[in-house]
């Protein structure tokens, strides 16, 4: 899965002339927390609901509302926005796109083809996509099962699966703790008439099948 398959195309921007009032209100009026800058369809910087609030004073300080009030028609977003910017393309997987966030402690990522502004993916986006990936969403019972570290692992699974009238929905391999090692999972969700009969082959043919998560 792609960034260009979970982004928000065509984000709601603002350009730099604008004062910080009007980006402050776009923000509120629109439910988002970051607004890309652009020149054209050039992206140049990007200004956060953060980065906003920090651009004002504090209300327990001595100066007036009026004075608050001035100052936030007077700052240009221009002067608070970040240039450097970081960026994905609309071809990043979104595992990578889930690793640039959590690294850099971000919450979105502008989406760029060339210095062109296509869209915007966040956190929230890149939790759907696991959503999805991980099928929670579909029907379906979910079966977690310790694996050997064999690239037949997984067709020998869904061998068993459709030998009792079962079809795999969605699989995804993963790694747990456990005992102080790392063992290797794999996370299917499948389609069967009779899960216990299910699980008690699955066993039979050397899987450990893991309890529920109550």
Known sequence: MRVRDKMTPHPITVTKEKSVRQA??????????????????????????RDLRLALPSPLQVEAIEELLQRFDRLKVQDIMRKDVIVVSPETPVEDAAWILISRKIGGLPVVSGEELVGIITETDLLEALV???????????????????????????????????????????????????????????????????????????????????
């Open 132 to 214: 999805e990936v991980l099928g929670i969403w579909a029907t379906g019972s979910r079966v977690e099962l310790v694996v050997e570290e064999r690239p037949e692992a997984y067709n020998e699974v869904s061998r068993v699966v459709q030998e009792r009238g079962g079809k795999v929905l969605d699989a995804v391999a993963a790694r747990v703790a456990d005992q102080g090692r790392e063992r290797p999972v794999l996370i299917v969700r499948v389609k069967t008439p009779e899960l216990e009969e299910l699980i008690r082959a699955l066993e039979e043919a050397g899987c450990l099948v893991l309890p529920p998560a109550l």
């Open 24 to 49: 402050w209100r776009l923000i509120r009026e629109k439910g988002i927390r970051r607004l890309p800058v652009v020149e054209g369809k050039k992206l140049i910087g990007i200004v956060t609901d």
